[in-house]
């Protein structure tokens, strides 16, 4: 199935306007929380209560993010709508596990971060302690060395970002964390160009809907919107995902249409299709 059939993905199903405008609601909730946090905190009397109030500006995220998890495994298991609001507590418990492995992967980015900061600070003091000429040339070194080091920042960051999404899916697929961390795996599906248009879509899907969101921020269509491109795009990475490595996930695949089921008058109790049916039975 082209990526472009799945533009219409979230709004499959019976209950998508119920689902969009949850999703919405709990984009637009932490900056509900973290306004009246604020505004709490600058009264002397009620600040305790908005820092109290504050940390739960990330239940919400915690939440988004969660069902995004579950799009990509809903995804990978051949879903064609996106999943229902259910599950809470363990829709809760997939966003601390992103976050967890998110953190991971930006780890790399941060001493980065680090190195740069140090860099700069170190060329700075050095630079005006020599003073002179020779403090110029000490200056100079130290900004070019930041340039570099920043825009080796920047690469880590994209690079982060590029692979990220595999390691999810590969967390998913294989119903474990450490799939995650797959270095081979990630390795195979990031050189692919199935992967690469992909994620490319739904970075460029996240863009566009988080611009239009921005200009409709004030009459609050803009948060469903921005949740729309987030679960389309997170749609769009588990597609690529499995595409690279060639899984079958088209949910017509699993249930061939009826016209296309021969009866047999005898059929054979042992045949996987007997069994199955007895099941459903």
């Given amino acids: 199935?082209?990526?472009?059939?799945?533009?219409?993905?979230?709004?499959?199903?019976?209950?998508?306007?119920?689902?969009?405008?949850?999703?919405?609601?709990?984009?637009?909730?932490?900056?509900?929380?973290?306004?009246?946090?604020?505004?709490?905190?600058?009264?002397?009397?009620?600040?305790?209560?908005?820092?109290?109030?504050?940390p739960f500006a990330l239940v919400p995220q915690l939440l988004t993010q969660g069902y995004l998890v579950r799009v990509m495994d809903d995804t990978l298991g051949g879903g064609a709508a996106p999943p229902e609001w259910r599950d809470w507590s363990g829709i809760a418990v997939d966003g601390l596990k992103l976050l967890a492995v998110g953190l991971i992967y930006v780890v790399p980015v941060f001493l980065g971060f680090l190195i740069v900061g140090t860099v700069i600070l170190a060329g700075t003091s050095l630079g005006a302690g020599i003073g002179g000429e020779g403090g110029g040339v000490v200056t100079g070194l130290s900004v070019v060395l930041t340039l570099v080091l920043s825009l080796v920042f920047v690469v880590l960051t994209l690079v982060v970002g590029y692979v990220l999404p595999i390691g999810v899916c590969g967390w998913l697929h294989d119903d474990s964390l450490g799939g995650a961390f797959d270095v081979d795996?990630?390795?195979?599906?990031?050189?692919?160009?199935?992967?690469?248009?992909?994620?490319?879509?739904?970075v460029l899907?996240?863009?566009?809907?988080?611009?239009?969101?921005?200009?409709?921020?004030?009459?609050?269509?803009?948060?469903?919107?921005?949740?729309?491109?987030?679960v389309l795009a997170f749609r769009f990475f588990a597609r690529g995902y499995a595409d690279a490595l060639d899984i079958d996930i088209d949910p017509q695949a699993a249930s061939p249409p009826a016209s296309d089921v021969t009866e047999t008058s005898d059929p054979d109790p042992l045949a996987p299709e007997t069994r199955g049916t007895e099941r459903s039975k």
């Fill in 1 to 54: 199935m082209p990526l472009a059939d799945e533009i219409d993905y979230p709004s499959r199903g019976d209950d998508a306007v119920k689902t969009i405008l949850i999703g919405g609601a709990l984009v637009l909730a932490p900056s509900v929380v973290s306004i009246v946090a604020l505004l709490l905190m600058v009264t002397f009397i009620l600040a305790p209560v908005g820092l109290l109030l504050l």
């Fill in 185 to 202: 795996r990630i390795r195979a599906v990031a050189t692919t160009r199935e992967y690469a248009f992909a994620w490319g879509a739904g």
């Fill in 205 to 230: 899907t996240r863009l566009v809907g988080g611009g239009v969101a921005q200009v409709l921020f004030f009459v609050l269509v803009g948060f469903p919107l921005l949740f729309v491109a987030q």
